[in-house]
């Protein structure tokens, strides 16, 4: 199973709104509700996001969004803040596996 | 509080097998899937594979399959990923991570066990 395709890098200003895109195939992304976005600080363990392409758990910013559009799920981050610089990667179910994105690295100007 | 703690730092010779833990508390442990990624320094994460702890049921990544094996304990909420066969590129830590039955999202993850193979 090949990793999903993410931007290596991401940077915007505080107070901006940056996208970050995930694509895969109709097998994966495409193919089921399942996309899951973690951020992950140095040394840290990843930290659930986003769930089932646009679900935001308890506790997290309303600042962060998800959404998908045929083989490609985006996470949005809005007003940007200095504790959002981190890696992100996306996720998704693909027939009883799964698959990560190959991550992101988001750099607060 | 609702937690997976992991064993420790290994360090292991190439060929040679190691065995993590990930106990579960503060939930029911047979009630979420457990599943194992990795992350090899400075790289991104790496699906392993899950396992029920109801059943014992087990999936593998097909990169890993042969050479890795889930297990778990019921009685002491424990669930174990054993690798063998390592070799150098296997080098990374080793997070497990709880999965809600019937969806896909890891909502909790153990801080992780750092896994060196090096002669």
């Known amino acids: 199973q090949s990793a999903l395709t993410q931007p290596a890098s991401v940077s915007g200003s505080p107070g901006q709104s940056i996208t970050i895109s995930c694509t895969g195939t109709?097998?994966?992304?495409?193919?089921?509700?399942?996309v899951s976005w973690y951020q992950q600080h140095p040394g840290k363990a990843p930290k659930l996001m986003i769930y089932?392409?646009?679900n935001r758990p308890s506790g997290v910013s309303n600042r962060f969004s998800g959404s998908k559009s045929g083989n490609t799920a985006s996470l949005t981050i809005s007003g940007l803040q200095a504790e959002d610089e981190a890696d992100y990667y996306c996720?998704?179910?693909?027939?009883?596996?799964?698959?990560f994105g190959g991550g992101t690295k988001l750099t607060v100007l | 509080q609702v937690q997976l703690v992991q064993s420790g730092a290994e360090v292991k010779k190439p060929g040679a097998s190691v065995k993590v833990s990930c106990k579960a508390s503060?939930?029911?442990?047979?009630?979420?899937?457990i599943n194992w990624v990795r992350q090899a320094t400075g790289q991104g994460l790496e699906w392993m594979g899950w396992?029920?702890?109801?059943?014992?049921?087990?999936g593998y990544a097909q990169k890993f399959q042969g050479r890795v094996t889930m297990t778990r304990n019921t009685s002491i909420s424990t669930a174990y990923m054993e690798l063998s066969s390592l070799r150098s590129e296997d080098t990374a830590v080793y997070y497990c991570?709880?999965?809600?039955?019937?969806?896909?999202?890891?909502?909790?993850w153990g801080r992780g066990t750092l896994v060196t193979v090096s002669s």
């Open positions: 396992m029920n702890p109801n059943s014992g049921n087990t």
């Open positions: 503060g939930y029911t442990f047979t009630s979420y899937d």
């Open positions: 991570a709880r999965v809600h039955y019937g969806d896909w999202y890891f909502d909790l």
């Open positions: 089932d392409v646009s």
């Open positions: 109709s097998s994966d992304v495409g193919g089921y509700n399942y």
């Open positions: 996720s998704s179910y693909t027939s009883s596996s799964g698959v």
